[in-house]
């Protein structure tokens, strides 16, 4: 992950923003690129700095800034090559590379520390950056401070959310994501969103 390319990105968006005060504008924004961290560098682009302007137009709350980024994303993401492999098993082949290059990119406790350093404690992006690291880099989760106790129980395994194994079409992927919107998961009702704007399928 290129910490230095998503600070700049995230300065240039203040200054497009909040000309009047980007100073304080890019604290605010710079607080969020925890919750951010599973875009790709791709997403963070002139191109779609300019989208992102341009959809909020002034200071945006994180829902703002992480739907506009996402939809960019979704329609200007490079196409994935086809993978070669024994009939059936490109997809996991796939999925499994992108697993693991997500734990290189995580075994980076130095880099986890800038991330923590720019939450400025604020436990919500705190708890975002806890869950991304304990299920990428769970050998560095003692880098993040500990949930206060009142959010550290976690919830019975009985109540807890389950995400159907790779590999998935689109279109088993928005139904997964459907049946979680259902239980109230909003983090999943906005990739069903997006997902449908991409399928074309309305709710």
């Known amino acids: 992950m290129k910490v230095a390319q998503r600070d700049q990105w995230i300065a240039l968006l203040a200054k497009l923003v909040a000309p009047m005060n980007p100073e304080e504008a890019v604290i605010g924004l710079k607080g969020m690129l925890p919750l951010l961290a599973d875009l790709p560098d791709g997403a963070f682009t002139l191109k779609s700095l300019e989208h992102v302007a341009r959809e909020c137009r002034r200071m945006p709350s994180y829902g703002e800034l992480r739907s506009a980024l996402s939809a960019w994303w979704i329609d200007n993401r490079p196409e994935m090559p086809a993978i070669e492999g024994p009939p059936g098993q ?73 995400v159907t194994s790779f590999p998935m079409t689109d279109e088993a992927l928005l139904a997964e994501y459907e049946r979680l919107e259902a239980q109230g998961n909003l983090a999943a009702a906005t990739r069903a969103t997006m997902l449908r704007k991409r399928l074309g399928v309305k709710a």
């Open 90 to 162: 490109g997809s996991h082949a796939f999925w499994e590379g992108r697993a693991n290059a997500m734990r290189r990119e995580w075994d980076d406790p130095a880099g986890i520390r800038e991330r923590v350093r720019t939450c400025n404690g604020d436990e919500k992006f705190l708890g975002a950056l806890r869950t991304l690291v304990g299920r990428w880099a769970p050998q560095h989760l003692a880098v993040v401070p500990p949930a206060p106790e009142s959010f550290s129980k976690p919830a019975p395994l009985s109540v807890r959310p389950t």
